[in-house]
């Protein structure tokens, strides 16, 4: 009967680590206000955090005075370079948007946008945050 307990407990743990490993998350300190999926955002401490295990498209960044925004990205490699964790925006006209983010060292997420946003990169500048 012990075994069973034990084998029990053992399952629990094991079915709630994908979880804990999940809220995990990228923190960050960004010290402007930017744009996220089309939504202004105050400057402050961030979590930028996967949402579903299965799929690395969708993921939430939120602070302790928002809901959180989701985010919908496609995945950039960088097999050669390394990149620290951090956020990478796009300063124009005085708006920082949130273009790209690197939770490991080679592999990052493209924020997806409009055609009609990508307008403003050829007049911007490239702004990176680094996590903590």
């Given at each position: 009967?012990?075994?069973?307990?034990?084998?029990?407990?053992?399952?629990?743990?094991?079915?709630?680590?994908?979880?804990?490993?999940?809220?995990?998350?990228?923190?960050?300190?960004?010290?402007?206000?930017?744009?996220a999926s089309g939504k202004l955002?105050?400057?402050?401490?961030?979590?930028?955090?996967?949402?579903?295990?299965?799929?690395?498209?969708?993921?939430?960044?939120?602070?302790?005075?928002?809901?959180?925004?989701?985010?919908?990205?496609?995945?950039?490699?960088?097999?050669?370079?390394?990149?620290?964790?951090?956020?990478?925006?796009?300063?124009?006209?005085?708006?920082?948007?949130?273009?790209?983010?690197?939770?490991?060292?080679?592999?990052?997420?493209?924020?997806?946008?409009?055609?009609?946003?990508?307008?403003?990169?050829?007049?911007?500048?490239?702004?990176?945050?680094?996590?903590?």
């Open positions: 009967m012990k075994f069973w307990k034990v084998a029990l407990v053992l399952f629990l743990l094991a079915a709630g680590l994908p979880a804990i490993a999940q809220t995990a998350g990228m923190q960050v300190t960004v010290p402007f206000d930017f744009v955002l105050p400057a402050g401490h961030y979590t930028v955090v996967q949402v579903w295990k299965n799929t690395q498209t969708a993921w939430r960044i939120r602070n302790e005075k928002t809901e959180g925004i989701l985010l919908t990205t496609d995945e950039v490699d960088s097999p050669v370079k390394s990149h620290h964790r951090s956020l990478v925006f796009l300063r124009s006209g005085g708006v920082y948007q949130l273009v790209q983010f690197w939770p490991w060292e080679h592999s990052g997420r493209n924020m997806r946008w409009s055609s009609v946003k990508q307008t403003l990169v050829a007049d911007s500048d490239q702004v990176e945050v680094a996590a903590q």
